[in-house]
């Protein structure tokens, strides 16, 4: 069984400062979280590396760790042994964490939204398909969800979106697949997991207070 866990920021600036939250996590995610322009990503930014550090302690390993994040040549984060993924959209930050095979998140708010803006990411099949649809907001964000999902767990670059296949519980990129399980936080969100092994999941909601006590650290 692998957990997601799920937080949700408080959207009033009066509850934390960015410098609470950065006080808690070593000076290394320090520049990385202000090369954000926007106020709310760089909060989601620390918030994931807050939840990070939880997954890291709650499974018994030293939160050092944090410091031996590695990116790929395309920005993809991962640690030597423990693969992990984190996704945010609007105030919500969820994260997967400890599997021993690659493992995409993305969580998305559902909005209106000028759908002719995107066709360019999508292949015509997908693209009739989200157009021909009853509800063709709803379509997009359907195949959105496992495009990103995919793209992180695969570790590739947006321009390869077109070469990613999306079927209805898996996806292919370059022959590999790759198994999709959705979870339910939110009914204006999407929530999906790309992963290179079809495993069980679970949610777990997890208050931001809990991300700031001093104690788990070893």
């Given at each position: 069984m692998q957990k997601i866990?799920?937080?949700?920021?408080?959207?009033?600036?009066?509850?934390?400062?960015?410098?609470?939250?950065?006080?808690?996590?070593?000076?290394?995610?320090?520049?990385?979280?202000?090369?954000?322009?926007?106020?709310?990503?760089?909060?989601?930014?620390?918030?994931?590396r807050l939840l990070l550090k939880k997954a890291l302690f709650k499974n018994g390993i030293s939160t050092s760790l944090l410091e031996e994040i590695r990116y790929s040549e395309l920005g993809k984060p991962s640690f030597t042994t423990y693969n992990f993924s984190i996704s945010h959209s609007n105030w919500y930050v969820a994260l997967i964490f400890g599997t021993k095979f690659s493992v995409g998140i993305d969580i998305e708010k559902?909005?209106?939204?000028?759908?002719?803006?995107?066709?360019?990411?999508?292949?015509?099949?997908?693209?009739?398909?989200?157009?021909?649809?009853?509800?063709?907001?709803?379509?997009?964000?359907?195949?959105?969800?496992?495009?990103?999902?995919?793209?992180?767990?695969?570790?590739?670059a947006l321009k390869d979106l077109k070469q990613l296949e999306v079927f209805e519980h898996h996806g292919m990129y370059k022959d590999k697949r790759y198994y999709f399980e959705s979870f339910y936080f939110d009914?204006?969100?999407?929530?999906?997991?790309?992963?290179?092994?079809?495993?069980?999941?679970?949610?777990?909601?997890?208050?931001?207070?809990?991300?700031?006590?001093?104690?788990?650290?070893?």
């Open positions: 866990s799920i937080v949700k920021m408080p959207e009033s600036n009066t509850f934390f400062t960015k410098e609470m939250l950065l006080k808690n996590l070593p000076e290394s995610t320090w520049e990385r979280a202000n090369r954000y322009l926007d106020k709310v990503d760089s909060l989601s930014y620390i918030t994931g559902k909005k209106n939204i000028d759908l002719k803006l995107f066709n360019y990411l999508f292949t015509q099949t997908e693209w009739s398909s989200i157009i021909e649809a009853k509800n063709s907001l709803e379509r997009f964000y359907w195949f959105w969800v496992r495009k990103e999902a995919l793209l992180k767990a695969a570790g590739c009914v204006d969100f999407n929530g999906i997991i790309a992963m290179e092994e079809k495993v069980p999941i679970a949610v777990e909601f997890v208050d931001i207070t809990n991300l700031l006590e001093e104690s788990f650290h070893f």
